[in-house]
């Protein structure tokens, strides 16, 4: 196999045609809002997949959570909620899973529906590995057909036998998975925060390694999204199948594979993808892991919520090396997307773990132990059990541990010194286990774990001290970056920005821990770290351009490293496969990272689809690549308001009026998507609703100067909107058509390109 070879200036003239964008780009003005915005009417398609074990013509059981954005129903509003199965009603038991928390502010905690859960009866006509689908709506009219009384979910669930479980490990899944659309789930309603979906162009299925292999870098973050999903087959062992026993991930008996919430990083994986693999995956593995868990009534009482494989025996455990394998957020994920309640008792058990193992949160020079690795992870668990639970003592924990960290930042009270490079939590070697022993340092990796607890801190919060914590740990995170060549990647000689290991207070790297050029494998996390501390300055009105330069040079040692770890020699001759190594770092690379491309994308990068939009009495010319003889054109157009009207579609050159579109539909004053044929518009039959996206396709042939548009559904499905509609007459002698024009009268539109 060819190692690709590169000097420093050919490093540049790598990133100029994929990551141009993000490191040129001015910061905008002003970046959307952390919390998406409320739906308060809308609809999902949501593809039930059946097991192997479910069998058609039998009526199953189905058990599934719904994420709202904050804001968007009330528990009382759940009445319009309904299931149809095509354009029939289902029965339905919805219920409030969970509300939307906010520690300080009375007027948003507890007033909207964050997740609820819904259970009805399907009957399938095909089988496992094929789903089929119903559509959640809400907002719209009060639900007719309603069950009243929940079964236990459990009683439609199975021992797994399949993929890499057997029935020792005493895992058991539901019948029937849910799979919630990606443009759904990425909106921060269960991670905390907003993510962008993957890339259209990204397959459910296993890419082939020798084919990823070939290609140096994708557009924007489809590495990232590719990345994500191959590992997750790497650490379920689903691998080439060149690949060795030895190279097998020993998931099932050493601890090391759970550090940093491998269960996580796979519902992550799911929510960003829309797919049933992470999803099955994620829930598996949440099982496996909580079934490890020392429960509540174990003696000694610090051994409540341990990991059993990294404690086995729960005498012999204890201190925060055995606390960081204790999680609550996969715990939350399973019981808010299956309707699980048997992981809910767990959630406890970890916050109790963290309490009684870890060093305080607050930081003090006689303290014989801290790191910021075990004291983010102990703000998490509290984060997460508050949001599940809403129980004061979390809260106030929740509360108080940010508050120790900002203390911390702020100088500890004058311990340490004015002159520090500001924004790292320093603390002294010895209390670490590594750095120098007298000498204050701080870490870089272990940092942007506590910035991702911070920002979960900050979802359930809005404080602005905890923003302007991120923002200060962003900006000391790039102030402190390396850039040589001394990384672990050969397959690039030029020099790389990276973190260091361990970094002093004067920000040099420590003396004995802080050269390794393996630490560059922790390049997504800091990138992430750095990123959301670029979006939080511009979030408070501080923006900081330099951070979105650093963490787009961060992805871009993360975007190498992709390729370096494709190709080491696990299968014979050297064969590439998508390896991870160490196991952990699936853990600390995809969790923390999922938003990524979304503040990017808030920064000036061109990370997903590109939206445009246009309110009353506005025309928008949006540039598309030029078309000429026959093309399909797909743009999905979200309508701002019932019974408005507003016009989408394509021409030659910026508009200024409507007869200059050379084809378009109208979403109409009759709650209808109208297709224009010549200069007029017929009456529609497909209807549209506020808030909700509609997937358009145009088949323009310009030889004839004719064209057909269509809805696209779930698996590409077709419904025409208006076929062989013609161009206005003074229109057909147009050979191309480059712009995507938006006119609207009244209501407003949103046209988003790059799915």
Known sequence: MNKRRSTHPIRILLILPILLILSTLPVRAEVAAFHAPAETAGSIVVKLHPTENVRTGVATLVTFGVPFTRGSLTAAQLSTVRVLDGNTEVPAFVEQRTPWRHATDASVDGRSVRVARIQIRHTFATAFPNFETVTVEWGSRARTRNVASIVNPRSAWHLVTTGSFEAADNVLEPDVYAVLPKEHTSKGVLRAARMAEFDGAVAEGRDDPEILDATEHYDGFVELDRASKNNLFTVVNEDDPRVTDEFDCPYKADFEPWLYDRAAAMFVVAMRSGTLKPLREAVRNTQFYKDRLWPAGTAPENAVGLFKLKDPDPFGSGGGNSAMYSYAECLAYDAWLTGDDAVLEAIPWVASAHELNDEPTRWSPALSGWTERHTAFRLLANTVAYEVTGETVYRDRMLAQSADFIWHQNGADGQLPASRVDGGLYHFGAQHGDGEEDELVASTWMTALTVDAMVRAYAFTESPEIAGFVRRAGRWEATVLKNDADHLYDTFDGPLRYPAYMVRADGTPDRFDGGEGDVIDHSLEVAMAVAWGAYFADLTGAPDPALADAATDLYFAYDIGVNYWTRPAAPPLGLPAFRVSPWRKFGWEHRPAGSLSWVMGQLGGDTGPDCESAGAGAVRNIPVAAETGSFTFDVTVTPGAAGMDGTVGLASGPQT?????????????????????????????????????????????????????????????????????????KLRRLTSVDTLVLVVDTGALEACRGE
């Open 657 to 729: 009026k409507l007869r200059g579109l050379a084809c378009g539909v109208r979403f109409g004053p009759a709650g209808t998507i109208d297709p224009r044929n010549g200069k007029k518009f017929v009456a529609g039959t497909a209807s549209y609703q506020a808030g909700v996206p509609s997937v358009l396709r145009f088949r323009v042939d310009l030889a004839t100067h004719r064209y057909s548009v269509f809805n696209v559904g779930p698996g590409d499905a077709e419904t025409p909107i208006g076929t062989d509609l013609a161009f206005p007459k």
